[in-house]
């Protein structure tokens, strides 16, 4: 088990060696495992990708998020503008259905609402609108809502089974089973 104080030198180092994020910027603490960041960043990209990193070292129990997103001038950008991207980038993108994710932004925060079938869709809207500039950070709230039906899943994995098993058979077989 690692000491706090090696748990605290193993992310310095992650972050150190992520290429996305200036972890000169970024200030760890740890506590029985509890790590903290803190400090400022210059995208919610940089944040996001801070976290994930942190997250992937081995020994973090926990994780509390004090980093604060800080536009460059050149970055800032008004709500008005980041939700005009915002839907333009939710349009352009073919994983979702058309018009089935909400945008409303405050203060550079997008939060996307509503429902998609899958959750592929929905994790392409959030990381589609996570790398706008002027973004500060991204809530989730889309639900998703599969249109398939029970028998229609149930029918379609014994069709998956039966196409791997006539497959698997002709590969060690040469020929089929059926």
Do not use: C, F
Not at 16 to 21: A, F, I, K, M
Not at 22 to 29: C, K, L, S, T, Y
Not at 149 to 173: C, F, M, P
């Amino acid at each position: 088990m690692k000491t706090d104080l090696q748990l605290q030198q193993d992310i310095i180092a992650e972050l150190t060696w992520e290429p996305s994020v200036n972890a000169a910027q970024i200030g760890v603490e740890v506590k029985d495992g509890v790590v903290t960041l803190a400090g400022h960043v210059n995208s919610y990209s940089e944040k996001w990708r801070a976290e994930r990193v942190t997250q992937q070292v081995a020994g973090v129990k926990a994780l509390a998020i004090e980093i604060e997103v800080r536009l460059p001038g050149g970055s800032l950008r008004n709500d008005a503008d980041i939700a005009r991207a915002a839907e333009n980038v939710l349009e352009w993108m073919t994983y979702a259905p058309r018009d089935s994710v909400k945008v409303m932004v405050e203060g550079g925060w997008i939060t996307l609402s509503g429902e998609v079938d899958w959750e592929y869709q929905r994790w392409a809207a959030v990381k589609g609108v996570s790398h706008l500039m002027g973004v500060t950070g991204v809530s989730d709230h889309m639900a998703i809502k599969p249109q398939a039906s029970n028998l229609t899943v149930k029918s379609g994995i014994e069709a998956a089974l039966k196409r791997r098993a006539q497959t698997d058979a002709s590969k060690h077989y040469g020929g089929s089973i059926w």
